[in-house]
């Protein structure tokens, strides 16, 4: 089939705060130390009015 074509296997990382992929680990530890990632976290954080913290289940 023609679509198959347009279909790669990826083996990596995706950050799912900031919609990007990294192929190695490396790559991933730095992006987590960026402004943008610790921005959206904060976003992510905001909204989910958890501001991190994790509460166990009852």
Not at 5 to 32: M, R, W
Request: glycine share 6%; with cysteine.
């Amino acid at each position: 089939s023609p679509d198959l074509d347009y279909l790669v296997p990826k083996a990596g990382f995706f950050c799912q705060i900031c919609s990007l992929f990294y192929a190695d680990e490396t790559s991933v530890k730095n992006h987590c130390k960026t402004q943008l990632h610790q921005q959206n976290m904060e976003v992510r954080r905001s909204s989910s009015g958890t501001a991190g913290e994790r509460t166990a289940p009852k």
